[in-house]
């Protein structure tokens, strides 16, 4: 098994920490998004994900991209460490609060975004900042009142799910992009109490080997 990706990258970030708690292991292939133009869009690169995104996962004849289906396959086939609730309300709740990170707050700023916030549209760094942080806000705002509702020791109870793989990732983001997280006392506390687990710990950006 190989996982193509990027060590700030927060979707790979997501599949490392799903990998980490089941216990596999994948050859960990870095795929610079910066160097060389971005190597994401190299033509080797392109044959194994024409979107020229990570993360990407080869498994034997498999190669699949989008971390949250990369997860899913990992769910199916090794079900030991299960990501997600057994009843089915509660796992269509973390579902939708994971793709609430992936899908509605993650790709406004995703780095392609950014590259053409700053150069096709000629925004400032300044305003490139506002519209990260506007975006970022927006979606914590909901987060934060969601997880009134659901949290425990983690975003659903006190177990560990999918939604804490994504949160986890979103949150150093936008710590690395400076929002004040003050304002959001429950998804602070999830993101502390998770780094505190080796899982995570091992997933973390700084820890790999490509970390610039």
Not at 53 to 70: F, H, K, M, R
Not at 146 to 161: I, P
Not at 179 to 202: G, S, V
Request: aromatic content about 8%.
């Amino acid at each position: 098994m190989k996982l193509h990706g990027y060590w700030r990258s927060s979707a790979a970030y997501r599949v490392r920490i799903a990998l980490n708690l089941k216990g596999l292991q994948a050859e960990h292939c870095p795929v610079h998004l910066i160097n060389n133009g971005g190597e994401q869009h190299s033509a080797g690169y392109q044959l194994l994900n024409p979107a020229q995104l990570v993360p990407t996962l080869e498994d034997g004849e498999l190669s699949l991209n989008q971390s949250l289906a990369i997860m899913q396959y990992l769910e199916d086939c090794y079900p030991h460490a299960p990501l997600y609730p057994k009843e089915p309300e509660q796992k269509a709740a973390v579902m939708a609060f994971a793709l609430d990170i992936a899908c509605d707050i993650h790709p406004l700023n995703n780095l392609r975004v950014l590259q053409y916030l700053t150069g096709p549209l000629a925004l400032s760094e300044t305003q490139k900042m506002q519209w990260i942080k506007h975006w970022l806000a927006v979606g914590f705002d909901a987060l934060e009142k969601r997880l009134q509702a659901r949290a425990g020791l983690y975003c659903f109870g006190d177990t560990v799910t999918l939604a804490d793989l994504c949160l986890v990732p979103q949150v150093y983001n936008a710590i690395r992009f400076q929002l004040d997280m003050t304002e959001y006392p429950l998804i602070n506390a999830i993101y502390q109490r998770c780094n505190t687990l080796e899982a995570f710990q091992k997933a973390a950006p700084e820890q790999q080997a490509d970390a610039v």
